[in-house]
């Protein structure tokens, strides 16, 4: 399974860049993400990395409220109807989903999803049970394109 | 000019001060039966016979809010409890409250000093007078109510908030007086205007009667003007009673404070030392009729001063200016007392945050807030939103249930609150107030 790391942001110019500066600085490659803000002047940052670990320790050395956080990775097809497909097995499981965000990972093959969801265990048996396929760690990290 | 009381109120500086003799003696005979007094006088060797003029309460020792909680709940109860007919109490869950008893006779001398204060700003019995303050613990419900009524006029007991039903019961019965905290009188004119009405046209006010939250000459002055009244500034504190303590006449230069219930001195918090008339100190009050629970020499903390020179309307009880500010770390927002410490013991109950935080007083729109920055734990970050949504109300509805107002809670990043060296500075106060 894979990690996301996700870190509280102030919703405050500069703020995001802080994190920016120190991966570039530890070489920490970007893999995808979201930003969710809220009302209430915050929001919370989600990255996949290259290295989680080594980003996670790297901002919570620089005073960041960060955290692993396992991601579901599913597979799908990069055609029209591809994320369709997905959702129609994944809705029949009865999961909800809480934030999920997208990448291609080489166009015009392969695309995955990443899902975070409520119950991380249960949710990866139900999605194996419903036929889903994950991506492996390395290939979500983009350390192994092939 | 007309009086309540007019050999009470223009009696002359001698006749005060004969008075205050007479009673303080009393007071501190009637205190020595409770147990605090006595044991604190009797370790000292004072009684009723060290003073022999008024200066001479200065030979006696401070009464603190902290001996008050210190001796929770009856060290200061100077009567049998059969006699005690009512309490109020602070609000609050952290330490102990401040509670005070009243016998009858008090509740009555409160009654009369509540009317002496209306009847000095200009309200008469034919007034009808809406009371738009929490009844219960409170005392600016009851304690205005009594006074109401000793003084005559139609008493609405309207009770705080549901501006809605507060300009239906101005309208339906034709309402002339009203007591709000001011704060409060701003969001009721917004509803005001939503509902396509002008105080000014579509009610009988003539008077706003304001207290129990510190507030500016301008924001008196534009409550006059969106209002179409006199607005008259009323101070009182639940140790003395409640309001009825001293209030501004039709003059509008200063508050008189009664004298023959209380005596006044202002002091040098830091050196304890009494200061000229005119100059800004700590006020430290004395009651002189009070049975169940007299108090010498009580700290308020609340910092103003004592206008020089004579009232124009001829009473003779000398004037407090409006409170500055205070010795202590206590603030007022809304209304409501508040010590950093009840904020920070509430935010110490969440291992989701880190514990530094910071309060910010901000004026907005003329209405009080109370922003409480917190900062969030590095160790116990959850990473999604929805939980750190939910512990931001969780926080919030805490933080209200203690302290009685809704503050804004703010999350912050780790390490974003700036640490002051030594003393940490937990409140910064951006409201204007002089």
Same mark, same amino acid.
């Given at each position: 399974?894979?990690?996301?790391?996700?870190?509280?942001? =102030?919703?405050?110019?500069?703020?995001?860049?802080?994190?920016?500066?120190?991966?570039?600085?530890?070489?920490?490659?970007?893999?995808?993400?979201?930003?969710?803000?809220?009302?209430?002047?915050?929001?919370?940052?989600?990255?996949?990395?290259?290295?989680?670990?080594?980003?996670?320790?790297?901002?919570?050395?620089? +005073?960041?409220?960060?955290?692993?956080?396992?991601?579901?990775?599913?597979?799908?097809?990069?055609?029209?109807?591809?994320?369709?497909?997905?959702?129609?097995?994944?809705?029949?499981?009865?999961? +909800?989903? =809480?934030?999920?965000?997208?990448?291609?990972?080489? @166009?015009?093959?392969?695309?995955?999803?990443?899902?975070?969801?409520?119950?991380?265990? @249960?949710?990866?048996?139900?999605?194996? @049970?419903?036929?889903? @396929?994950?991506?492996?760690?390395?290939?979500?990290?983009?350390?192994?394109?092939? | 000019?007309?009086?309540?009381?007019?050999?009470?109120?223009?009696?002359?500086?001698?006749?005060?001060?004969?008075?205050?003799?007479?009673?303080?003696?009393?007071?501190?005979?009637?205190?020595?039966?409770?147990?605090?007094?006595?044991?604190?006088?009797?370790?000292?060797?004072?009684?009723?016979?060290?003073?022999?003029?008024?200066?001479?309460?200065?030979?006696?020792?401070?009464?603190?809010?902290?001996?008050?909680?210190? /001796?929770?709940?009856?060290?200061?109860?100077?009567?049998?409890?059969?006699?005690?007919?009512?309490?109020?109490?602070?609000?609050? *869950? *952290?330490?102990?409250?401040?509670?005070?008893?009243?016998?009858?006779?008090?509740?009555?001398?409160?009654? /009369?000093?509540?009317?002496?204060?209306?009847?000095?700003?200009?309200?008469?019995?034919?007034?009808?007078?809406?009371?738009?303050?929490?009844?219960?613990?409170?005392?600016?419900?009851?304690?205005?109510?009594?006074?109401?009524?000793?003084?005559?006029?139609?008493?609405?007991?309207?009770?705080?908030?549901?501006?809605?039903?507060?300009?239906?019961?101005?309208?339906?019965?034709?309402?002339?007086?009203?007591?709000?905290?001011?704060?409060?009188?701003?969001?009721?004119?917004?509803?005001?205007?939503?509902?396509?009405?002008?105080?000014?046209?579509?009610?009988?006010?003539?008077?706003?009667?304001?207290?129990?939250?510190?507030?500016?000459?301008?924001?008196?002055?534009?409550?006059?003007?969106?209002?179409?009244?006199?607005?008259?500034?009323?101070?009182?504190?639940?140790?003395? /009673?409640?309001?009825?303590?001293?209030?501004?006449?039709?003059?509008?230069?200063?508050?008189?404070?009664?004298?023959?219930?209380?005596?006044?001195?202002?002091?040098?918090?830091? *050196?304890?030392?009494?200061?000229?008339?005119?100059?800004?100190?700590?006020?430290?009050?004395?009651?002189?009729?009070?049975?169940?629970?007299?108090?010498?020499?009580?700290?308020?903390?609340?910092?103003?001063?004592?206008?020089?020179?004579?009232?124009?309307?001829?009473? *003779?009880?000398?004037?407090?200016?409006?409170?500055?500010?205070?010795?202590?770390?206590?603030?007022?927002?809304?209304?409501?007392?508040?010590?950093?410490?009840?904020?920070?013991?509430?935010?110490?109950?969440?291992?989701?945050?880190?514990?530094?935080?910071?309060?910010?007083?901000?004026?907005? /729109?003329?209405?009080?807030?109370?922003?409480?920055?917190?900062?969030?734990?590095?160790?116990?970050?959850?990473?999604?939103?929805?939980?750190?949504?939910?512990?931001?109300?969780?926080?919030?509805?805490?933080?209200?249930?203690?302290?009685?107002?809704?503050?804004?809670?703010?999350?912050?990043?780790?390490?974003?609150?700036?640490?002051?060296?030594?003393?940490?500075?937990?409140?910064?106060?951006?409201?204007?107030?002089?």
């Amino acid at each position: 399974m894979a990690y996301q790391v996700s870190i509280f942001l =102030e919703n405050k110019p500069g703020h995001f860049r802080r994190v920016t500066t120190v991966l570039k600085r530890e070489g920490i490659n970007i893999r995808t993400m979201t930003l969710s803000t809220t009302s209430l002047g915050w929001g919370v940052l989600n990255l996949i990395v290259d290295n989680p670990v080594k980003a996670h320790d790297a901002l919570s050395k620089q +005073n960041f409220s960060v955290k692993l956080r396992k991601v579901v990775v599913l597979k799908m097809d990069d055609t029209p109807g591809g994320l369709d497909a997905l959702l129609e097995k994944l809705e029949n499981t009865g999961i +909800n989903i =809480e934030n999920a965000y997208g990448r291609i990972v080489k @166009e015009k093959e392969k695309a995955y999803l990443a899902i975070d969801v409520e119950n991380i265990d @249960e949710a990866e048996s139900k999605l194996r @049970e419903a036929g889903l @396929e994950f991506l492996d760690d390395e290939v979500v990290y983009g350390n192994n394109l092939n | 000019v007309k009086f309540w009381e007019k050999e009470f109120e223009t009696a002359s500086r001698d006749s005060i001060e004969n008075l205050q003799l007479t009673r303080l003696k009393k007071s501190i005979a009637k205190a020595m039966h409770a147990p605090f007094y006595m044991a604190k006088y009797g370790s000292l060797g004072l009684n009723e016979h060290a003073v022999t003029s008024v200066r001479d309460i200065e030979k006696l020792p401070f009464t603190t809010k902290e001996d008050l909680r210190a /001796n929770f709940p009856d060290g200061f109860l100077a009567v049998p409890k059969k006699q005690v007919v009512r309490l109020h109490s602070s609000s609050g *869950t *952290t330490g102990n409250p401040t509670v005070v008893y009243h016998t009858r006779h008090d509740l009555d001398s409160w009654a /009369n000093l509540m009317a002496r204060s209306l009847f000095c700003a200009g309200v008469r019995d034919e007034d009808v007078f809406q009371n738009i303050c929490g009844y219960g613990l409170f005392t600016g419900g009851l304690g205005f109510q009594y006074g109401i009524e000793r003084l005559g006029c139609l008493s609405i007991p309207a009770g705080a908030g549901n501006s809605l039903r507060q300009i239906k019961l101005m309208r339906d019965y034709g309402t002339t007086v009203a007591h709000a905290i001011p704060s409060y009188l701003n969001r009721l004119y917004d509803v005001f205007v939503e509902q396509g009405l002008d105080p000014k046209k579509d009610t009988r006010l003539h008077t706003l009667v304001i207290g129990a939250e510190p507030h500016t000459e301008e924001q008196r002055q534009r409550i006059e003007a969106m209002f179409g009244v006199k607005a008259y500034n009323s101070f009182g504190l639940s140790e003395m /009673n409640g309001p009825g303590v001293a209030f501004e006449c039709t003059f509008q230069s200063g508050l008189h404070v009664w004298e023959d219930a209380f005596i006044v001195e202002i002091i040098d918090p830091e *050196t304890l030392q009494p200061v000229p008339d005119g100059e800004i100190g700590e006020l430290v009050m004395t009651t002189l009729d009070r049975e169940a629970m007299p108090l010498i020499r009580y700290r308020t903390r609340d910092l103003t001063r004592i206008i020089p020179g004579k009232c124009d309307c001829g009473r *003779t009880h000398r004037r407090l200016d409006r409170i500055k500010g205070r010795s202590d770390d206590m603030f007022i927002v809304k209304g409501c007392n508040i010590f950093p410490m009840q904020v920070e013991k509430i935010l110490m109950q969440f291992p989701e945050l880190s514990g530094e935080y910071r309060i910010l007083l901000e004026r907005m /729109n003329d209405v009080d807030e109370m922003i409480v920055e917190v900062e969030i734990s590095k160790e116990n970050f959850s990473g999604d939103v929805v939980s750190l949504s939910n512990l931001t109300k969780q926080v919030t509805h805490d933080i209200r249930d203690e302290v009685l107002t809704k503050p804004i809670v703010k999350l912050v990043e780790p390490g974003s609150i700036p640490k002051s060296e030594g003393k940490a500075v937990r409140v910064i106060d951006s409201r204007k107030l002089n």
